[in-house]
């Protein structure tokens, strides 16, 4: 398996890119969302997946590795394969994609170009418990070692408001931008409360 690959990026193209690691050119296939991340500085390193196919051998390159996640959860999918998941990533972003799937909005997914009403359902069905599963995961290690987020609920809870109330404030706000300070964030809830 090809973990990822580092070097000189030689050609960059909406569906494709290619990189030149030591003399050879990899033909890496992206997503729009993977190329609106890409600079155009001449260094590239971009997280892959190897898909191996009776006929070829395809890289599919992604700048994220929450996208290469996503991208390798939707082709476990029966009746999605490796273009239809780079399809559904260049249409929606991750968090899109995510969301779509997790509140059972399959009209969001059938908005993409080659995916119907029983696949977008088939999707939801395969992945909207992995979503969750992981989602939940994600936010009980977020929450063991964050400082940030105990010093703003008790600040704001010794201001009078409601600890359940503010705590989930303060967890949609750190989703959006996780990287706040104690006040920064306090006033961003202040502001949505």
Known sequence: MIAHIQGRLTEKTPTYVVIDCNGVG???MISLNTFSLLSDTEQCKLLTHLAVREDAHLLYGFKEESERALFRLLITVSGVGSSTALMILSSLSPNETRQAILSNDINALKGVKGIGAKTAQRIVIDLKDKLAKDSLESEFS????????E????ALVMLGFNKIQADKSIGKILKATPDLTVEELI????KSI
Not at 142 to 149: L, M, R, S
């Open 187 to 190: 006033k961003q809830v202040l």
């Open 151 to 154: 010093e703003a609920l008790s």
């Open 26 to 28: 990899y033909h890496i």
């Open 142 to 149: 977020f929450g063991i070692d964050n400082t940030v987020k």
